[in-house]
């Protein structure tokens, strides 16, 4: 940022006219192709006109769709529905065209609608030109197809999901082309991942590849079934706890302060000052919480300006945070808390099979475990854990990523469960607004929550009283004066309360078992990647 | 922004330690003030036990709750729940001292909790002493108390929520203390609106003192009860289109350009560069659909940096945002949009009713009326309603803010409907993006709605043909090098498509009939305004 502005313009001036020039020499190339491709459908047709072609008007790329047609008669059915018991009907379908193979006077193709695939099949007869053969196997793959067929029952077709039937086509429309040369393969993307990699000669498409042409790689049966799940959770999540009597808020993203300290915080330029993007949406929730909402969540963008270039790591992610005022102890919330992972959990298992299914074809995993309640081990007892598997730990000290994953599989091996809370953190690792235990000298009333050994939720009892805020606010070496606001929206009166925040992607990572939190955001912003 | 940070830091750092030390003298007032205070209690605890207080234990200010004690054995009744049916019973309560008058040997006090509210009385008997009155009498307005109390009918108290009961009580303790001096009292904000506003000495509290101190205007029935139909209109929107096969997905806010020119919008700075806020989700949106996601949905913060400061404008706001593919005709989208806003106003209708009158206690207001199915009515008739009324608008012009409020007038009186779609705009008034009608030159397959005559939702048939697109961008003179990233998520073949943008806060403020905008944000923002 700062004062070369005029310079930088004038340089993207010269860059963007010479683009501009580049652009529609680009342009006026493409136009002629396309007159030429015209002139040879033209041509075919002519042909076909010449030949007497007998299939005239049951194929062809149809005018752009701009609404001018109702076809309202027209019934649509979806490729899941296909299946031998409306054999011999005929029926009208869109959908993508996965791939194609002309042979001789007939053209095999699959087509695909989201994670869905069937075989069809245009053959020269009676009712079916020549014409139209060569027209359906010059489709790109990917265009949108609409097909008439008849639904004929086959042997087992393995290459589709439906393996039984397969679609005599008797029209066959472009209604929108994908251009010849495709970045990537549906096919390629959606390739298992074998624990035997090293044979055979599979293409693989590598993350940035798939992340740069997003819109091809989420067409892949795994990337439809993520982005379900993913969806599932959010819904689970929220239905949970406004069932609980949680109250839905929105806080705002754009803040006036950094409310710890500034470190790892977007700056805005704000009109003619500045301000910054909302590393949590803590104070608001805190601050509905001093308003009488008792309890509450929110769903939304959290931002962290860390150069970390991790498997795990964003720097704009969902957050799923909740506050929850309680009467006489945290553990009322952990346990609020703990129900309703159980609750999703559950809700996944039951209500996304197929989804989870999908996404472990390609991406193998063993199913997620988790106890009804909840295990709730004690940080001193995973010091223990870690003491007998030969790792020391302080009873101070905070513990490191490659801690928490051996954690995890030696709770796994003694509890079988993929998801536990780990409570009683050292006060000394913990936030200065968490609430020390008063009973166990350096302990605090904290805990975290893992799936698959890595966390997922932080959280902790919150100081509600101004002055002991202030307290320990000092014993941080926090600037109170920075910080005025935060401890100002405790002297109304506020009831004790605890909460967390939920780390939505690495939830839907760990319960499915990826490697990778860019998988699991449709559009993932990490520090070298801003784009799509 | 820019070059004079490190004078800046500097001067900050002396400003700093100016106030800080301010702020030392004023922590160290409050902290003797503080000691006096306990002094005073100590030495009305000691007077209680010369003058043989016969409460000892019944009242005071435990220490502050660090959850040491679980009380598993306590229940709370929760105000709301107060009637005569329980007359007799002894119950906890924990809710916050309201008001309180004492008189005489007695305290009357005003306990509320969220919305309700319910009379208390410690009186001087054989079990209370005139010391454990005294404490009550001298408790802050706000604090956080809770009471042992016995329920007694009694005759309508017109001041509470709870009119038949009052509670009699028997032990009463400090959770959180609210400072003695309030910039704002609950009463005073929660005052109804009324006609005849000259009338009466009733001290009003403006809508910047509100904001300033939200915590505690949260606190009033008409805010509590905002919120919570807004958490309504959130899960009524997402409800209804997941029932409807829609997908919830999450679009990044920071984005690497302004896809439609970079006027209003916010600038970041990222790393080493720099990024924008995104303004709305519409090209990630398209892009779910160019993925094959069929229906999407997201709900999420949307940012404009618009110099607006009016009634309806925030720099930050909560977009709900839907995009459909279609299979020949936008009205199958409209009609979906159509039903959704039906089945939400009637949702409301039905399970918010509480809430909805809470609000109109304060806020007095017409109901909101709604057809079913929706009013459709083209531009051409909207124009032709308002020349019957006087009002000349061109066939290729865009309304005015008051032209639209005139139209909402003019279709309440012919229709009885506050909410309408209003159908085909000109297409000189709408972005490059939006399909032309093919059989209406001028006008386009584009939409708008309304409640109470102000705009809550804009959409369109969407182009998704690159080439067309392409064109239409020239036609508005887009640098197309700009917008290559939107025009390439078309090239993979794209299913035609409409959607739109709903302005969350703008649908509660008028669903409600509510005269500004921050009156339904919970922490507004707006180009004078990023605090708290």
């Keep these: 940022m700062g004062g070369n502005k005029p310079e930088e313009a004038a340089r993207e001036g010269e860059d963007a006219s010479k683009k501009a020039l580049k652009k529609q020499q680009k342009d006026a ?15 075919v047709q002519q042909d076909a006109a010449n030949e007497e072609d007998i299939s005239v008007g049951k194929y062809g790329q149809p005018a752009m ?37 002309a042979k001789g006077k007939q053209c095999f193709l699959i087509l695909r609608e989201q994670s869905y695939t069937v075989q069809g099949l ?33 042997a087992k077709i393995e290459s589709c999901t439906q393996r039984d039937v397969e679609l005599h086509i008797k029209q066959i429309f472009t209604v929108s082309a994908a251009k010849a040369q495709l970045p990537l393969l549906i096919e390629d993307a959606s390739r298992p991942v074998k624990a035997e990699e090293s044979e055979g000669l599979n293409i693989k498409v590598n993350q940035d590849t798939r992340l740069d042409n997003r819109i091809l790689d989420l067409r892949t049966p795994a990337n439809q079934a993520i982005f379900r799940v993913e969806a599932g959770v959010c819904k689970l999540f929220r239905d949970v706890l406004t069932k609980k009597g949680f109250v839905e808020i929105h806080t705002p ?21 500045s301000a910054y993007l909302a590393q949590s949406p803590q104070l608001y929730k805190q601050m509905a919480i001093a308003a009488d909402f008792d309890k509450v969540f929110t769903v939304g963008a959290v931002f962290r300006a860390e150069d970390s270039n991790t498997h795990r790591h964003l720097t704009e992610f969902v957050g799923l945070d909740l506050e929850m005022a309680f009467k006489y102890h945290y553990h009322e919330v952990v346990e609020t808390i703990g129900q309703m992972f159980t609750e999703i959990f559950k809700g996944l ?52 990523t490659p801690d928490e994953k051996l954690l995890g599989k030696l709770v796994k091996a003694k509890y079988d469960t993929d998801f536990y809370i780990l409570d009683k953190y050292p006060l000394a690792v913990r936030p200065f607004y968490t609430m020390p235990d008063p009973r166990n000298n350096g302990t605090s009333n904290s805990y975290d929550m893992f799936m698959r050994g890595e966390e997922i939720l932080s959280g902790a009892q919150r100081i509600h009283d101004p002055d002991f805020l202030i307290e320990r606010a000092k014993v941080h070496n926090i600037d109170i004066e920075k910080i005025k606001a935060y401890i100002d929206a405790f002297r109304f009166g506020c009831p004790p309360h605890a909460g967390g925040g939920i780390g939505m992607e690495r939830v839907v990572m760990l319960y499915l078992g990826l490697d990778n939190i860019r998988k699991t955001s449709m559009f993932p912003r990490d520090p070298k990647r801003i784009t799509p």
Excluded at 71 to 92: C, E, M, S, Y
């Design 253 to 273: 993203k754009i803040i006036s302060a950094a409310s710890e300290g500034g470190a790892n915080v977007f700056t805005v330029s704000y009109f003619k000052g």
């Design 349 to 400: 298992r039951d209500q996304y099979a197929a989804e989870i299914k999908a996404v472990s074809e390609q991406f193998p995993v063993e199913p997620f475990t988790f106890l009804d309640p909840p295990l709730r081990l004690e940080f001193h007892q995973a010091i223990s854990l870690l003491a007998e598997a030969g790792v020391t730990i302080g009873p101070e000290d905070d513990l490191s």
């Design 122 to 154: 245009v053959a020269v007869n009676d009712e079916i030109s020549k014409q139209m053969v060569k027209f359906a196997s010059n489709i790109t793959k990917e265009s949108i197809i609409d097909v008439e067929a008849t639904v004929k029952t086959v």
């Design 29 to 43: 190339k493409k136009i002629a192709a396309k007159a030429e491709r015209q002139a040879q459908l033209q041509s």
């Design 65 to 101: 769709i701009q609404s001018v047609d109702k076809h309202k008669d027209r019934k649509f059915t979806h490729v899941q529905d296909l299946n031998p018991n409306i054999a011999g009907q005929i029926i009208w379908l869109r959908g993508r065209l996965h791939t194609s193979r």
